[in-house]
């Protein structure tokens, strides 16, 4: 069972706007904070954005105006909003959460990762 299920991803020109989704499936007791990365080919995984689980973001510089993360703490779900998307956002991104989940001795927080969704900006 994949922790971190994510969808959203696909191929948008650019200017145009895509929406990541990652919800936690499986015994999610709370998460605290979540994270998005992304891979592009021949490059290393790069921070994008984080959430804590009271709602601060942070962002790199070169998504910051652009990119919007949020998170419905009823659902265990959070969410990247990509605006003015470029040929250079064209990544696999992948979601990060710290997931505090029930186990059969009380609960235990796990560092969940998604299985990751393409996103291509091209004309």
């Known amino acids: 069972q994949v922790p971190l299920v994510e969808s959203g991803g696909g191929l948008v020109q650019p200017g145009g706007s895509l929406r990541l989704s990652c919800a936690a499936s499986?015994?999610?007791?709370?998460?605290?904070?979540m994270g998005w990365f992304r891979q592009a080919p021949g490059k290393q995984r790069e921070l994008v954005a984080t959430?804590?689980?009271?709602?601060?973001?942070h962002y790199a510089d070169s998504v910051k105006g652009r990119f919007t993360s949020s998170r419905d703490n009823a659902k265990n779900t959070g969410y990247l909003q990509m605006n003015s998307l470029k040929p250079e956002d064209t990544a696999v991104y992948y979601c990060?959460?710290?997931?505090?989940?029930?186990?059969?001795?009380?609960?235990?927080?796990?560092?969940?990762w998604g299985q990751g969704t393409q996103v291509t900006v091209s004309s």
């Open positions: 990060n959460a710290k997931v505090r989940r029930v186990t059969d001795f009380g609960t235990a927080e796990y560092d969940n």
């Open positions: 959430i804590a689980n009271g709602g601060v973001t």
């Open positions: 499986g015994s999610v007791f709370s998460i605290n904070d």
